[in-house]
């Protein structure tokens, strides 16, 4: 891994209990924390302390499924992962990357709820093919992540593990993660891991990406396996990547790619090179202000760098979208699901039986809907859309291409930043109430149809300080290719700054304390004397600054 110099730092001795108010260890990224394991300032035990006690601290986010987090098993395999880095032995590429994975996904020996009551208790024999490429890797699976039922939603609200909170929340409000990957967006936008795993068959991978401020890709549609991971619709869904730069999606690509012909386009040198189509109606239309504001700043942005910009016209755009889209997961949903429990999960649990147990009433209707058929279309409409519709889009999306010679076609990820948690499924989106699925699917829906690939990333932030994303199309297969603009991009704007969480922190620090308190109280005197040894005899890994003559 050619890791970027970070420069020589020293960090004094620490214990695992002040991991995470040393040096803000959890602010540095993957490739920046993988750079640190080998050059030997951190090691990987040191790193999950901090990771782990983050986690806890930050569950009022309902992120992290704690329940799944093995403390004893993760120090386990820390110890032994610091034991390679010491032995100097060839490292695999992503060695002590600590990660979270989507609860649709399986990881052996972690239930695989689905987010939902009834599978909460199962635990998965076998870990999805993903997982397991990124193991072989040298990545741990820290936890789960929460989700939104039955990855039927894109808001990640009221389920049976609670609510996913956006991180960067303002003072006083609950504000949407987004979903279906809601979980797996808060994590890594919190620090609460390196990088994680979603699903999108939507959009359930990008829209809380988005919402939450960190980069994902959706790949070409086939390039990711699907084998061990719950589907929605087997046509279109997708794995993918989050982290808080494109930069580390790009690294956890290279490992989870299955296939990779060659690519149609070559990624220009420098912004300079690169032309990107604006695809104004409909993607742009009726935009929330601060939205459309931040992508006018973001195009200026990267002119200013070289890039160039062309208005285009996808013919027919919406009509072909009808007609493509939402048959196919509609017709596919019931029996996806039910396969995956039955076979995939060794569980006798019929369709029935998961809605009888929904927690979430909004929902609950929906698949009503599906449990009496009226919301799958006939056969024959399901298979044009597939046989005739899709490539139809597909089709005209490459013509759009070729025609103005873009590389990629760039929007906003969502017409709109997070909104407040509410009851209903319902959002504010200039001064009228909208539903909440069509209005953050509506930009994203055409690559998912499609199965191209998308790169969104974050551009900037709202007066509230709420992330906006911007979305990279670009043809099937040119997934790296695209990484390696969407670095171009991301160079040229702003971080985007990290979540204020401290309130939270300062308050589970203090029910921590408390806590400690309470208990030191009705400690023995023996048991204080045995305390107050093994404090003295435990010693936090030590950050060496190196040998100046070196």
């Known amino acids: 891994i050619n890791a970027e110099y970070m420069g020589w730092f020293h960090v004094p001795r620490v214990t695992p209990q002040t991991a995470l108010k040393m040096a803000a260890l959890h602010d540095y990224t993957l490739r920046q924390v993988l750079n640190f394991f080998r050059s030997g300032k951190l090691t990987v035990e040191h790193f999950m302390h901090g990771l782990v006690e983050r986690s806890q601290k930050l569950s009022g986010l309902g992120a992290v499924m704690l329940n799944t987090l093995n403390h004893d098993a993760l120090v386990a395999v820390a110890e032994k992962q610091d034991e390679v880095l010491e032995s100097g032995a060839i490292l695999p590429p992503l060695h002590g990357a600590l990660y979270v994975v989507k609860d649709n996904i399986n990881v052996a020996g972690m239930p695989t709820s689905c987010g939902t009551r009834l599978l909460a208790k199962h635990e998965a024999a076998k870990s999805a093919r993903c997982v397991e490429r990124l193991r072989r890797a040298g990545a741990v699976c820290m936890a789960k992540a929460n989700m939104h039922e039955l990855a039927a939603g894109v808001t990640c609200t009221h389920g049976p593990f609670g609510t996913v909170s956006n991180p960067y929340n303002a003072e006083g409000a609950e504000h949407l993660a987004g979903g279906s990957s809601g979980g797996t967006a808060a994590a890594v936008a919190s620090r609460q891991a390196l990088f994680g795993l979603g699903t999108d068959t ?240 509506r930009n994203v829906d055409v690559g998912s149809c499609a199965g191209f690939p998308c790169l969104t990333l974050p551009v900037g932030s709202t007066t509230e300080g709420f992330p906006v994303g911007a979305e990279l199309m670009s043809l099937p297969w040119a997934d790296r290719a695209l990484l390696q603009v969407g670095v171009l991009i991301e160079d040229a704007l702003p971080l985007m700054p990290a979540p204020s969480l401290w309130q939270m922190v300062e308050e589970a620090e203090k029910l921590q304390q408390s806590t400690a308190m309470q208990e030191l109280a009705n400690m023995s005197n023996e048991d204080m004397h045995a305390l107050i040894k093994k404090m003295s005899l435990s010693h936090g890994p030590t950050v060496q600054a190196p040998n100046k003559k070196k």
């Open 202 to 441: 939507v959009g359930s991978l990008r829209i809380p990406a988005s919402l939450c401020g960190v980069a994902a890709l959706r790949p070409t549609t086939g390039r990711y396996s699907g084998v061990g991971v719950m589907p929605i619709s087997p046509s279109r869904d997708a794995v993918g990547a989050m982290a808080r730069s494109v930069r580390d999606v790009a690294l956890v690509d290279e490992i989870l790619q299955e296939q990779q012909p060659a690519s149609p386009l070559v990624a220009p040198p420098t912004l300079a090179g690169a032309t990107f189509g604006l695809p104004r109606t409909p993607f742009y239309d009726d935009l929330d202000s601060e939205t459309a504001a931040v992508m006018e700043i973001t195009i200026r942005a990267l002119r200013s760098r070289g890039a160039k910009f062309v208005d285009v016209a996808i013919p027919d755009l919406s009509e072909l979208l009808s007609r493509a889209s939402s048959p196919v997961y509609r017709f596919e949903l019931r029996d996806s699901i039910e396969k995956f429990v039955r076979l995939e999960l060794g569980l006798k649990y019929s369709f029935e039986d998961l809605v009888d147990q929904v927690s979430t009433p909004l929902l609950l209707r929906v698949l009503e809907d599906h449990l009496s058929g009226r919301a799958r279309p006939p056969e024959d409409v399901y298979l044009a859309a597939l046989n005739t519709h899709v490539p139809a889009l597909q089709s005209a999306l490459r013509e759009c291409f070729a025609k103005h010679n873009i590389f990629a076609l760039l929007y906003p990820t969502t017409p709109l930043p997070a909104r407040p948690v509410t009851p209903s499924d319902k959002v504010l989106l200039n001064g009228t109430e909208r539903h909440a699925f069509w209005s953050y699917t």
